[in-house]
């Protein structure tokens, strides 16, 4: 099992920048695919950003592409997700999810495929 804690949230104004941590521990981190996730209050989770094991893939939900970018640091076990350009509509709690490595692309996209989550951290950006 993967233990999975994110750090980073809060309170910013719409424009702003915020950068989220997930540190992981309990599983060799490089074996790992990494993707973030967000629920807002009366919504369905839904997907944000991933990337694969080496990181020099990334995928992203369509509203956050040019604005958010995630990586990962092998070295530190943790993965981050960048955040800039903030838009009121991010207000969010933020999830870190972990996976075994994908095999297709589509996988990265569905909570389904990823067997431990975080806490969350809670985003909120105002207008």
């Known amino acids: 099992q993967v233990q999975l804690v994110e750090s980073g949230g809060g309170l910013v104004q719409a424009g702003g920048s915020l950068r989220l941590s997930c540190a992981a521990s309990?599983?060799?981190?490089?074996?790992?695919?990494m993707g973030w996730f967000r629920q807002a209050p009366g919504k369905e989770r839904e997907f944000v950003a991933a990337?694969?094991?080496?990181?020099?893939?990334?995928y992203y939900q369509d509203s956050v592409k040019g604005r958010f970018t995630i990586s990962r640091d092998n070295a530190k076990n943790t993965v981050y997700l960048q955040m800039n350009s903030l838009k009121p509509e991010d207000t969010a709690v933020y999830y870190c999810a972990a996976a075994n490595a994908f095999f297709s692309s589509s996988q990265y996209y569905s909570g389904r495929s990823y067997h431990s989550w975080g806490q969350g951290t809670q985003v909120t950006v105002s207008s």
């Open positions: 309990g599983r060799s981190f490089s074996s790992l695919s």
């Open positions: 990337t694969n094991l080496s990181g020099d893939r990334r």
